[in-house]
């Protein structure tokens, strides 16, 4: 597709629609706002796009697609903005936020002014951030969320899709209410219960250290997603706000059921919560990705000697396999330990366990 694209924040995500955007439409310009000016001017020597702009006004309104990458609570306000300026009569503008309603609504004075608004989220992510981290194959296979309202016409939804083409993500079209939802109980909510589970091991100080230490292995990969941006979290929680007081009603008579089945000793039904549970997680899909972004973890059991990371980092760096993270888990008081490694893809997951198996007689396993 031939136009000019703008995008306004240029971090991992708004980077990464923008190098999909430039490696499927070579007749586009892509132009690029963000208030970090760092942000902006890596973002122009990576050719993540064409063109900086030193304000919103100057690259909205000669856009034929507007993208807003930035969080929710500053989406609003430029919404507002947008809705002062001139715009081009059929540009189409998106947003790639968290949630939906909130901002859908604020978008209706564009929509009054004639204006295309198509809330959209892109349900991938790394642990990295800004325009450095930001990859064009980010959200390959990964769902990408299209949250028109209702009466947005057919054709413009197309367009988008069109323009978005180049991320090869799976999209999905649903009601804004339906995404706030559904992402509700699949990534916001989760999101508070590990931080919450990470306030109750910091509660239990009297013996501080030796928490910390058992922490460092399941407990750590559960509660990963507390490591995320506390302001971008108190902004979807805020965002969100009904539909997670919701589920936090649920939860609580959750706990409280299971509560007075162990008080009552009820050893079957206690089992049964557990064997639920357990059907369920094994019937979700593995390949997938979600809207918490996955790592793919392998488990080295290695000797205990100065220089074994280097060691294993080296074989790996020999089959130029990428590492999205690497650790040591400290839960034994023996001579092995277990090195942790975290990778992008499956594919990739493979190809270290086949290396390492092949380098070195260190076990290897997924947990």
């Known amino acids: 597709m031939r136009g000019n694209v703008f995008v306004i924040g240029l971090g991992l995500i708004g980077g990464s629609v923008a190098l999909a955007i430039k490696k499927t439409h070579s007749e586009a310009k892509v132009f690029g706002y963000d208030v970090k000016k760092d942000n902006l001017h890596l973002s122009l020597a990576l050719g993540i796009i064409d063109v900086q702009c030193d304000s919103i006004r100057e690259g909205s309104e000669q856009a034929d697609l507007i993208i807003i990458g930035t969080p929710v609570v500053q989406t609003e306000g430029i919404l507002e903005e947008l809705g002062t300026l001139h715009l081009k009569?059929?540009?189409?503008?998106?947003?790639?936020?968290?949630?939906?309603?909130?901002?859908?609504?604020?978008?209706?004075?564009?929509?009054?002014?004639?204006?295309?608004?198509?809330?959209?989220?892109?349900?991938?992510?790394?642990?990295?951030?800004?325009p450095a981290a930001a990859k064009a194959h980010l959200f390959e296979n990964a769902f990408y969320l299209l949250t028109p309202k209702e009466g947005t016409e057919e054709k413009r939804i197309a367009?988008?899709?069109?323009?978005?083409?180049?991320?090869?993500?799976?999209?999905?079209?649903?009601?804004?209410?339906?995404?706030?939802?559904?992402?509700?109980?699949?990534?916001?909510?989760?999101?508070?219960?590990?931080?919450?589970?990470?306030?109750?091991?910091?509660?239990?100080?009297?013996?501080?250290?030796?928490?910390?230490?058992?922490?460092?292995?399941?407990?750590?990969?559960?509660?990963?997603?507390?490591?995320?941006?506390?302001?971008?979290?108190?902004?979807?929680?805020?965002?969100?706000?009904?539909?997670?007081?919701?589920?936090?009603?649920?939860?609580?008579?959750?706990?409280?059921?299971?509560?007075?089945?162990?008080?009552?000793?009820?050893?079957?039904?206690?089992?049964?919560?557990?064997?639920?549970?357990?059907?369920?997680?094994?019937?979700?899909?593995?390949?997938?990705?979600?809207?918490?972004?996955?790592?793919?973890?392998?488990?080295?059991?290695?000797?205990?000697?100065?220089?074994?990371?280097?060691?294993?980092?080296?074989?790996?760096?020999?089959?130029?396999?990428?590492?999205?993270?690497?650790?040591?888990?400290e839960t034994r008081e023996e001579l092995y330990g277990v090195l942790v490694i975290s990778f992008q893809s499956e594919a990739d997951r493979k190809k270290a366990e086949e290396c390492i198996k092949e380098q070195t007689t260190y076990g290897t396993y997924y947990a």
């Open 89 to 130: 009569k059929n540009v189409i503008i998106t947003d790639v936020g968290s949630t939906k309603r909130k901002v859908s609504e604020k978008a209706d004075g564009l929509r009054r002014k004639g204006y295309t608004f198509i809330g959209g989220h892109p349900m991938a992510g790394s642990h990295k951030s800004g």
């Open 159 to 329: 367009e988008l899709k069109a323009w978005l083409r180049g991320t090869k993500a799976n999209f999905l079209t649903i009601s804004p209410e339906l995404h706030d939802e559904l992402t509700g109980v699949i990534s916001h909510f989760p999101h508070i219960i590990a931080a919450g589970l990470v306030h109750q091991a910091k509660a239990h100080h009297l013996e501080q250290d030796l928490v910390i230490r058992l922490a460092a292995g399941g407990f750590r990969d559960i509660t990963r997603i507390a490591s995320s941006s506390p302001e971008m979290w108190r902004d979807i929680l805020l965002h969100n706000k009904e539909v997670l007081l919701s589920l936090m009603d649920d939860w609580i008579t959750g706990m409280k059921m299971i509560q007075s089945k162990i008080k009552e000793e009820d050893g079957d039904s206690i089992l049964e919560y557990f064997k639920t549970a357990k059907s369920f997680r094994d019937g979700l899909p593995v390949a997938s990705k979600g809207a918490i972004p996955s790592f793919y973890d392998l488990y080295v059991d290695v000797p205990d000697y100065p220089g074994v990371i280097s060691e294993i980092t080296g074989y790996l760096a020999e089959e130029r396999i990428s590492i999205t993270n690497i650790r040591i888990l």
